[in-house]
């Protein structure tokens, strides 16, 4: 069975002409005069003109790469690093929590996350236009993928802008920033349809499925302290899905491990060609992978890379003895050149350790493209074991069950050879808490895990009432024509 994002690339062709587009969302060619006979309006005739829309729905998850990286480096887990203080200095001002809304990193994310929202809503407006056997499936996909994309918008940015059909140029003037319940409402509506309709099994690999909606709902839920829906929804899927955690840990980020049994949802990308440093966002690869190579290293197992998003001694030292997670996660590069005789350089803010869980590991011979810009390594953005510390969660912070807590987050904790968590209460709160940091580091999940659970003060130079979200891009406030207020602090 062919991943989706084996197809992408000719769709792509197709969507540059037919969608209609926004200033501030996405930016395709709106000028569609002859020879093309077919537009935004006129599409829709088929099931494979649904099923290509899809796929251009999709295919905005791999720049969420952007998303990823900075999850890491706007928290405690990593630092920039790169080559020197002012090297892609969005990323620098980010890591020291001195960033303004004149960040096109920031930017970048803003009109990524809302080209996915445009390209769901299209499929949306039409959704009733021609009928086939199937179509459900696709609409709950659209939906699904729609959630996905507000989600990280609500999450990087508080309140936003909400449309249900594609924006237009002039919304910007007179479409309020909803807050952020409203556009919570409509993420849950979103994943719950969508978790009613989807199979636990994904017709082709690389699509969403029951299992992929109700973990995400479970995290929106959990993210609005909604500990009793959060379990419930979690629980569900952890009962009745096919998912389970991996026996061998060291398999999970390798390209053997890709779409594996612990993979609730997943980005996928390939090492094709496209990318260029002025057009990060054509790579159909991880470009975080490459940005997160260690400098100038020549060895066994991995290539070289550009040394961002270096972990701190802080999160390896989270890390319990006999932990067998800590040499999967971080690459302890002078241990490593020691054992293997490998070389490297060294970066600004050198700390001796990589994201060893997305760095890039050697390619054959026949690989395409820019060996740091299309890095093949899917991104596992839902992982069972993210779930069950989900649901630990849940279950404690709700007061709900803290045997249920225990039991789910001992799970993760005897694949990671570890003894079992018999605490309870905020004592056990926080075992969850620092087992969620070395299970998923390196995966971009953990500053939004600090503001949620208001532990934003750990991050050095975090401002309270002014951090827990990033600033509206300035074009978006001067697009708005004033209708857009910029967020508190910025």
């Known amino acids: 069975m062919l991943k989706m ?20 969302t996405d930016n395709f060619i709106t000028d569609r005069t002859a020879p093309y006979t ?25 720049s969420s790469y952007a998303n990823v990286i900075l999850g890491e480096i706007a928290s405690n887990n990593t630092l920039c690093g790169g080559e020197n203080a002012t090297d892609v200095i969005g990323w620098q001002q980010i890591d020291d929590m001195i960033h303004t809304p004149v960040n096109s990193n920031l930017r970048d994310i803003w009109g990524f996350m809302y080209a996915g929202v445009n390209r769901a809503n299209y499929i949306m407006e039409f ?74 099994i994904a017709p082709q690999i ?4 029951k299992g992929s909606a109700e973990a995400l709902l479970g995290k929106v839920y959990l993210y609005q302290d909604k500990f009793s829906e959060a379990a419930i929804v979690l629980e569900t899927l952890i009962q009745n899905g ?41 790579s159909e690869g991880n470009v975080a992978v490459g940005f997160s190579g260690v400098r100038n290293y020549t060895g066994s197992t991995f290539t070289s890379g550009f040394s961002f998003n270096v972990p701190t001694q802080d999160v390896v030292d989270e890390f319990e003895d006999g932990d067998i997670r800590k040499d999967v996660a971080i690459l302890d590069i002078e241990a490593w050149a020691s054992d293997t005789g490998a070389t490297f350089g060294t970066g600004f803010e050198h700390t001796g350790f990589f994201n060893r869980k997305y760095i890039p590991r050697i390619r054959s011979a026949n690989a395409q ?64 808490y620092k087992e969620r940091r070395v299970e998923l580091v390196g995966e971009g999940h953990h500053f939004f895990d600090l503001v949620r659970t208001g532990r934003g003060n750990e991050i050095d130079g975090f401002s309270p009432n002014k951090n827990e979200v990033f600033p509206i891009p300035f074009e978006e406030i001067q697009f708005s024509n004033g209708n857009w207020a910029q967020n508190q602090g910025y």
Not at 166 to 192: C, H, M
Not at 399 to 420: F, P, Q, T
Request: glycine residues 6%; proline residues 3%; aromatic residues 12%.
């Open 38 to 62: 077919i537009d935004s309006e006129t599409f829709f005739n088929s099931e494979t003109d649904y099923y290509n829309a899809l796929i251009g729905a999709y295919d905005l998850l791999q």
């Open 369 to 432: 493209g820019d060996l740091n810009l299309t890095n093949p390594n899917n991104y596992r953005a839902i992982r069972f074991a993210d779930v069950l510390l989900m649901a630990a969660e849940a279950f404690n912070r709700g007061s709900i069950d803290d045997d249920k807590a225990r039991l789910y987050l001992n799970r993760v904790r005897s694949r990671a050879n570890l003894d079992d968590v018999v605490s309870s209460g905020n004592t056990l709160r926080d075992a969850i």
């Open 5 to 24: 994002k084996n197809k992408l690339s000719n769709i792509i062709v197709v969507f540059t002409i037919l969608f209609a587009v926004s200033g501030c």
């Open 127 to 200: 959704q009733d236009k021609t009928d086939f056997e199937g179509k459900d499936i696709i609409i709950a996909e659209t939906r699904f993928l729609r959630a996905y994309y507000y989600f990280e918008l609500v999450k990087w940015f508080g309140p936003v802008p909400l449309k249900e059909t594609r924006f237009q140029v002039g919304d910007e003037t007179v479409i309020p920033r909803s807050p952020v319940e409203d556009v919570y409402a409509l993420i849950e509506s979103d994943l719950i349809f969508a978790s009613n309709t989807l199979n636990y």
């Open 206 to 209: 690389g699509r969403a499925t």
């Open 242 to 282: 096919p998912h389970d955690l991996v026996t061998d840990y060291d398999t999970i980020f390798e390209s053997q491990g890709e779409n594996g049994i612990e993979s609730v949802f997943e980005v996928q990308y390939t090492d094709g060609q496209g990318a260029s440093f002025d057009c990060l966002q054509c």
